[in-house]
């Protein structure tokens, strides 16, 4: 019984530590000056490590509550909000195609904008896969942008 309660407590323990770590990495590719993207953010990424390792539950519809949140800020905190979760999430099947309506009929600027961060010297702290992962998402938005008739349901 002992021995039990001893590899409880480690396994709490670890799984603590590793939710501690996770978050504090997480918490550094939070590359945004608006504060309502980072709380939106936060609630989202949690969501989704909830989902992958616990409930199993769609984190879809969170993306999209958060979205809402800050949906009448600047262009350029939606366009963060939308850049951090690209190279912070999985996107596939619906998870994309929810990611492609939420930018709308802004994929075109939403192109440009990542164009223009890959410029920017935060560009430079993301790993070669992160950065993969934006350039492929560019050239997405740069057809779509020119061809909004994609954008149908």
């Given at each position: 019984?002992?021995l039990?309660?001893?590899?409880?407590?480690?396994?709490?323990?670890f799984?603590?530590a590793?939710?501690?770590?996770?978050?504090?990495?997480?918490?550094?590719?939070?590359?945004?000056?608006?504060g309502e993207?980072?709380?939106?953010?936060?609630v989202?990424?949690?969501?989704e490590?909830?989902?992958?390792?616990?409930?199993g539950e769609y984190?879809?519809?969170t993306?999209?509550?958060?979205?809402?949140?800050?949906?009448?800020?600047?262009?350029?905190?939606?366009?963060?909000?939308?850049?951090?979760?690209?190279v912070?999430?999985?996107?596939?099947g619906?998870?994309?195609?929810?990611?492609?309506?939420?930018?709308g009929?802004?994929?075109?600027?939403?192109?440009?904008?990542?164009a223009?961060?890959?410029?920017?010297?935060s560009?430079?702290?993301?790993?070669r896969?992160?950065?993969?992962?934006?350039?492929?998402?560019?050239?997405?938005?740069?057809?779509i942008g020119?061809?909004k008739?994609?954008?149908?349901?």
């Amino acid at each position: 019984m002992k021995l039990l309660k001893t590899l409880l407590a480690a396994v709490i323990t670890f799984s603590l530590a590793s939710l501690f770590a996770y978050f504090i990495i997480v918490e550094s590719k939070l590359l945004t000056q608006y504060g309502e993207v980072k709380k939106a953010l936060r609630v989202v990424l949690l969501s989704e490590m909830r989902s992958r390792f616990v409930t199993g539950e769609y984190w879809e519809n969170t993306m999209l509550a958060q979205y809402k949140q800050i949906n009448g800020l600047p262009l350029d905190a939606q366009f963060d909000y939308f850049r951090i979760l690209l190279v912070n999430m999985e996107f596939y099947g619906t998870q994309s195609y929810d990611f492609i309506h939420m930018v709308g009929m802004n994929a075109e600027k939403f192109a440009n904008y990542l164009a223009d961060f890959e410029k920017d010297d935060s560009y430079l702290k993301l790993s070669r896969d992160e950065q993969k992962i934006l350039k492929e998402w560019k050239a997405e938005f740069q057809m779509i942008g020119q061809d909004k008739g994609l954008l149908a349901d």
